[in-house]
Structures are given as structure tokens and as C-alpha cells.
């Protein structure tokens, strides 16, 4: 393997990967490396007050130039990055594992970048389908509801609700009557104007008469909806995915009532993010990560997010490994064609069961779903039936 490279802007907990990195390095290197390549690292750090400010091309234009134009990389690891980076690398022929689940993108993106493989990720498309059929299995909509849907208005989220939300609903008999779209955050100043058009869509949907709140975003704009709604004394009721990071951005809230969310119920396929860690199991590819940890005494089992991290972190090499061993071939798309003969791995520690099925022109791991609800006794989400296939 000549080089891999890892890139890490600052989101949620403070986190910073080298550790772990270093740990997992260490192992496959003490090994021989991955198919007999010993890994040379290559770290590009992101100023996060530049990525604040600048225009997210820029910053994504110049990790990728550094990536191929000055270390000429293997493979790339990056923490979060958009379609100027994975073009600029599909373009220079490198292949980009990316562990993070929060942007995968729709089937257009996934198309139109095969480099991109994403243990923990799913198709936006064939989630948006699943998010509403599992609401209706579950009961959901009952009879007369008033459905509004408050979107992020990127490109993959306008189209995964057209392309799965939408036809979902109508096969249901169902419609959206309202749809609030508020910009797709890319910077600081767009980020702020979504903020806003959130809290104004309340009223919007208070005036409405809307019943049913439903959320396709990215960027936790179904909290500042809720703590906006709390304030109303708006109690509609929530149909929330993993993209709204129920158990993390809504349980123990000070901010959101419980009984805003007791009718709430989900769809999701992040159990980090969806429920009570606690009563999820270490997956397999995490139980194998921690032990590599503690053996190099750099594990972190000072929260739950932590833990995550660190688990999310061994995904991304764990890939790595399993996509060269199976590659036909060391070249870019020798990558590619191992990843879709993986067929179902446990690879993916964020996933439904660590289960991350791949397949020819499927490098996304995401397969399964469980719906989950709130449970007022706890004010946590659990989950309340078995995992289903996505789509």
C-alpha cells in the first residue's frame, strides 16, 4: 500500500483520530500491511475556522490537490467533504472510504461517484422509502393527517424526497400538505438562514393545521424545530429517521418536553444515534477495534460518543483492508470491484447489527432498518421491532 491519508474537520465531541490511527497502523504494519503493503500515513488538517468561512469548494479543492497533486495517496479517508473532493478524486483515480454516515448521498451521487465506499452509509433514496413505509407499519399517520415535511434543500435531499418520500407517501393514500424547504447548508451564513426558516416554519405549520411533522435534513434542523415548537406549545406529532439523531439531539433535552415527544415514533439504521447506546451490543467490527485499542493503550471509554468515534475511526481501515484483499487488483478499480464482491460483511460498527452488505455498483454497507419510539418512562428512544431490509 503506498499511502493513506486522513482528513478531520471539528464536529460534535472533540475528537482527534491519531491515536487510533497510529494504533491501527501499527497492527497491520507489524503484520506485513494490507496485501503485503506496509501504510505510510499522510494527515491533512482542515483550519476549522476556514471551513467555516470559506465556501466548502475551496477547502474540499485544496485536500484533494493535496492528496493527489503532493502525496499521489493510494486511498483517502475523509471526515466530511462534498462533490468538489469527490470528484476532484474520482477524477485523479483514488479511491475514498468514508466511515461517516452523514453524507452519502442519493442514488444520482452514488452513481456519479463509484470511488465513494461507505461501510456505515445508505442509499438516501432507499432510505427515504423505508422512512416512510416503516411510519406506516408502524401506524403512524392513523387516519386525517395533516403531514408537513421540513427539507434541506440539497440537490440529493430534493431528490430522495421526490424519487422516496413522495411515491412512499402516495402509496399509502398519502400526501404532504405543507413543505417548508430551507437552504442546504454549506457555510456559516447559509447555515444561520436555515436556522431561521426553521423556527418560522412552526407558525407555518401551526397556521396549517399540520398533524404530522416529518424531517429530511442533515444539519440538526429538527431540533431547533422542536425547541422553536416547545416554546409554541405546538405538540404535533414526529416521525423522525436517523438523520435527526433522535437519542442524541432529543432525549434529556432541557430544551424539548417529553411530551412533545411521547407520540413520536422512527425509522432508523445508526443505533448510535437512535437509542439508548446502552442497550445496543458492540458490534463485531467495534469488539475488534477495542481490543486492538486497548492493546496499544490508547482506548477512550470516556463516553459513549468516544467510544463511537474510535469505532468509527477502525471502520474506515477495516474497509480498507477487506477492500484490498478482495480486489482483483491494487489499482482504483480493482478497489471497486472487490468492495461489490464483498456481498454482507461486518464491517460496519453504526450499522443495524454491524451487518454492511455490498454488491456491484453497491458501495454503500447499509442494508437494514428498525423502527424505534419514545418511551416516556426514560425519556429514550428504544427500538420497537426487528430489523427489516432497507428499500
Known amino acids: ?215 429530511w435534513n442533515l444539519e440538526g434542523f429538527s431540533t431547533t424545530f422542536l425547541v422553536q415548537a416547545s416554546k409554541q406549545l405546538y405538540n404535533p406529532r414526529y416521525g423522525f429517521s436517523s438523520f435527526d439523531y433522535p437519542e442524541l439531539s432529543f432525549a434529556n433535552n432541557s430544551l424539548i418536553s417529553s411530551s412533545q415527544l411521547e407520540t413520536s415514533m422512527g425509522v432508523g439504521w445508526l443505533p448510535n444515534y437512535d437509542v439508548d447506546p446502552s442497550t445496543i451490543p458492540m458490534t463485531a467490527s467495534g469488539n475488534r477495534c477495542i481490543a486492538i485499542l486497548k492493546e496499544a493503550r490508547v482506548y477512550d471509554d470516556s463516553s459513549p460518543d468516544m467510544i463511537s468515534n474510535e469505532t468509527t475511526e477502525c471502520d474506515s481501515w477495516f474497509m480498507l483492508e477487506a477492500a484490498a484483499n478482495a480486489a482483483p487488483s491494487l489499482t482504483f478499480n480493482g478497489m471497486i470491484t472487490g468492495v461489490g464482491n464483498l456481498g454482507t460483511t461486518q464491517l460496519a460498527n453504526l450499522l443495524i447489527d454491524g451487518v454492511a452488505t455490498f454488491a456491484p455498483g453497491k458501495l454503500e454497507g447499509g442494508s437494514l432498518y428498525r423502527p424505534f419510539a419514545f418511551i416516556k418512562s426514560c425519556d429514550c428512544f428504544h427500538y420497537s421491532g426487528s430489523s427489516r431490509p432497507l428499500g
Open 1 to 215: 500500500m503506498q499511502q493513506a491519508a486522513a482528513a478531520r474537520g471539528v464536529k460534535g465531541q472533540p475528537f482527534d483520530p491519531k491515536p487510533v490511527d497510529k494504533a491501527l497502523i501499527d497492527y497491520f504494519n507489524q503484520r506485513g500491511g494490507i496485501r503485503g503493503h506496509k501504510i505510510e500515513l499522510v494527515v491533512h488538517t482542515i483550519d476549522p475556522n476556514k471551513q467555516l468561512s470559506q465556501p466548502a469548494e475551496v477547502h474540499e479543492q485544496a485536500s484533494c490537490s493535496f492528496f493527489t497533486e503532493d502525496h499521489q495517496v493510494f486511498a483517502a479517508m475523509p471526515g466530511d467533504y462534498g462533490p468538489t473532493y469527490w470528484q476532484c478524486m474520482y477524477d485523479r483515480h483514488v479511491t475514498v472510504i468514508d466511515s461517516e454516515p452523514d453524507v452519502t448521498g442519493d442514488s444520482v451521487w452514488i452513481r456519479q461517484w463509484p470511488n465513494k465506499i461507505m461501510p456505515n452509509g445508505v442509499n438516501d433514496t432507499i432510505a427515504a422509502q423505508s422512512y416512510i413505509n416503516g411510519l406506516y407499519a408502524q401506524g403512524f399517520f392513523g387516519q386525517r393527517a395533516k403531514i408537513g415535511l421540513l427539507l434541506e434543500g440539497c440537490d440529493f435531499l430534493v431528490r430522495s424526497k421526490d424519487q422516496g418520500i413522495v411515491p412512499a407517501l402516495a402509496s399509502h393514500g398519502l400526501s404532504i400538505k405543507d413543505i417548508s424547504t430551507v437552504a442546504c447548508t454549506t457555510d456559516a451564513q447559509s447555515a444561520g438562514q436555515a436556522e431561521l426558516a426553521a423556527q418560522s416554519t412552526v407558525l407555518k405549520f401551526v397556521t396549517d393545521g399540520i398533524t404530522h411533522v416529518l424531517f
